[in-house]
């Protein structure tokens, strides 16, 4: 199985655990989040949709080079990181990132690592569309600073 899927399809959260789990008795434990599309965003209009570009090949090999550094800072066991593309609307699921490792810091941390480095170095372009009309979406301070907690830098809000 890939360690990276970029895909317009839904994914279903226990299949991609158990396909992260499959034949390694050494997991001790596993993390995941899943991303969901919000109907807004504080002091923001309502969201009606919202869309998803990526450059194929690109973003797979970005994505793949940031589990590589995440299995680098923790002893992770498995990691599979599945990105939605495409016009998806409130509630849908957007990203899915599973960990494993023997222990459950691990887990949680190369999770959580994964997903501060997914929201400002994937390259992904993100649109919105409100009753004020469609709008590519910028980069947030506040992602900058979840990143820079691990040590990394990204700027792309500034």
């Given at each position: 199985?890939?360690?990276?899927?970029?895909?317009?399809?839904?994914?279903?959260l226990s299949?991609?655990?158990?396909a992260?789990?499959a034949g390694?008795?050494?997991?001790?434990?596993?993390?995941?989040?899943i991303?969901?599309v919000?109907d807004?965003?504080p002091?923001?209009?309502?969201?009606s949709?919202m869309?998803l570009e990526?450059?194929?090949?690109m973003?797979?090999?970005a994505i793949?080079a940031?589990?590589d550094?995440?299995c680098r800072?923790?002893?992770l066991?498995g990691?599979?990181?599945?990105?939605?593309v495409?016009?998806?609307?409130p509630?849908d699921q957007i990203?899915?990132?599973?960990t494993?490792?023997?222990h459950?810091g691990?887990?949680?941390q190369?999770?959580?690592f994964?997903?501060?480095y997914?929201?400002t170095?994937a390259?992904f372009?993100?649109?919105?569309?409100t009753?004020?009309?469609?709008?590519?979406?910028?980069?947030?301070?506040?992602?900058?600073?979840?990143?820079a907690r691990?040590?990394?830098?990204s700027?792309?809000?500034?």
């Amino acid at each position: 199985m890939p360690r990276v899927s970029i895909q317009t399809d839904d994914f279903d959260l226990s299949t991609e655990v158990a396909a992260v789990r499959a034949g390694d008795a050494g997991v001790g434990a596993i993390a995941s989040f899943i991303g969901t599309v919000r109907d807004r965003s504080p002091g923001e209009p309502a969201i009606s949709a919202m869309e998803l570009e990526h450059y194929p090949g690109m973003t797979e090999a970005a994505i793949e080079a940031m589990i590589d550094e995440a299995c680098r800072r923790f002893p992770l066991r498995g990691v599979r990181v599945i990105h939605r593309v495409g016009r998806l609307l409130p509630g849908d699921q957007i990203v899915l990132v599973v960990t494993s490792s023997s222990h459950r810091g691990a887990a949680f941390q190369g999770c959580e690592f994964l997903m501060d480095y997914l929201k400002t170095q994937a390259p992904f372009w993100k649109k919105e569309t409100t009753p004020e009309g469609a709008r590519w979406v910028d980069a947030r301070v506040a992602d900058d600073e979840a990143l820079a907690r691990w040590g990394l830098r990204s700027g792309n809000a500034a």
